[in-house]
């Protein structure tokens, strides 16, 4: 038998990946990180991220009034995930009852004495909109790390980093896994293709020219290599019927090296793929004026008050509003009367626009990425932040008119094959406004409106004071097309609380453990069906942390 390379390979040097190889590391383990980029890319995509996690009853909560607890957030998280399948959501409900103690419990305490530290005004995505017991946050829970995803990171690079330099870790970069070796029915190695040296920036797609290949023998194996949001090809193969057909055009919301090729080789080697009809795709993408991978798009995180049209004019029902309820809204688009068009419309004002539009991802957000107060002061003063005006002066998706007959000619420009009628349009729009002569209304949206204003965080820099979208004052009018953006899989390999990989007769894999997004965040999905956001990063820490203490022992 040949003598092992490493006591733990981890295949995968995103935030999953490293978490699992920092505390492998910790243990006293040899390491051996196997990944297809090099190491421009270090960290994955969690250095893209915004950097958004998921806390139940944070002190940041308390200060801006919000009670929170882990009741109500499991409340609100079974509401959301839905499981309803006996076998494969039998570990995603373990995971997902274990990972809701966590965030409510020792997850901010772990990060804090990591030195991650958190922006103070905590963000409400997902806010449901569907009652007490249906999807959705019912209180804000987001926190954006000071720093965003190479905040987050960064603790965890110092620590791997370390271990490189004293010898317990080695990065084998430029390493793609295409098979996982087995003796006697247990993991113990991987194989594959010695990729040539790319030297390509951060994100951009590297080339995939083989110049030999390689196989490396250890004790375990972690899995973590991600989802398949690179891949349209394996997001169209595994779409689910109830979201109705993927639309034709789709933006990319990850890079190039998403691409799920860790699945299949998983599967092979006798793991249990489960829930991969379940996917988390935004419908507020935008195409980024200066793409880094192909097809980028970037997600609008929108506050609720623009009007939201489909493809036809047609304003979205209930409780479908900008930041409510992610996959109801992409259910709604692709299955209703306009199903075959790729697109939908935010109709807005300036002043929307201003104090509501954000922007996901770490590069967008150079004050908070850069820590830079300086710069998150202009989040206050009057007009767009930068990174929003550089969109509205150079996005495709951005139209900008002084009144709507103008508007809707420039959107109907931006589509030309899916003119809009004029008229329904400023039905639409005039019947909205008539909603804002009082205090209180009829309309769900302009309700809520005034309800989120009574949440600080929303008052001081998320929800513009309602008004009327043809107020003069508030304009110019601004309308944007949105087109559905590739980003987050929710199913994946079925794992054990210790982060084992079980075989489909629910029996463990010998050798092989996952974390991170190819487990479905954990268990194989402990999401469900639905997110509540900022539970991504939190999973890959969580099953990171499982997956690397289980395979320490
Ligand atoms: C723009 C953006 C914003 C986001 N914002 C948030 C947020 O605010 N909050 C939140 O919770 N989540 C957010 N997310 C999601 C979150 O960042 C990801 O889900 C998470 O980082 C995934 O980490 P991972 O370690 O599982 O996988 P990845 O980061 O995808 O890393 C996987 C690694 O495995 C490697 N790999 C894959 N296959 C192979 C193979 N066959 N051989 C060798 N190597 C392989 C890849 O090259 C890659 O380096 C965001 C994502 C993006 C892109």
Redesign the pocket.
Known sequence: MTAHDADVIV????????VATAELADAGKRVIV????DLA?L????W???????LVDSPEQRRLGVRDSVDLAWQDWQGTAAFDREREDAQPRRWAEAYVEWAAGEKRAWLHSLGVRFFPVVGWAERGGHGATGPGNSVPR?H?VWGT?PGLLEPFVRRVRAAVEDGRVRLAMR????RLTTTDGAVDGVA?SVLAPSGTARGVASARDVIGDFALRAGAVVV????I?GSHELVRQYWPERLGNPPEEMLT???A???G??LG?AEAAGASLINRDRMWHYTEGIANHSPVWPGHG??ILPGPSSLWLDAAGRRLPAPNYPGFDTLGTLRHLRTERVSHQSHSWFVLTRAIVEKEFAL???EQNPDLTGRDVRLLGERLRAGAPGPVQTFLDRGADFVVADNLAELVAGMNALAPDAPLDPGQVEHEVVARDREMANPFSKDPQVTALRGARSYLGDKLIRVAPPHRLLDPAAGPLIAVRLRVLT??TLGGLETDLAGRVLRPDGAPLPGLFA????AG?GGGGMHGYASL????????LFS?LRAGRGAAR
């Open positions: 295949v995968g040097h995103g935030l999953a990946g490293l196997v990944d297809q980029e890319n960290g994955g995509q969690a893209w991220s915004f950097g958004g996690l998921f987001f954006i995803g390493h793609r896994v295409e594959g973590a290599s991600g989802g949001g919301g990850v890079p090296y998403v691409d090729s860790m080789v970037i997600r996901s991802g770490s980003r987050k974390a991170g997004e190819v965040f956001e900022g539970t991504f990063l939190g999973g890959c990171g």
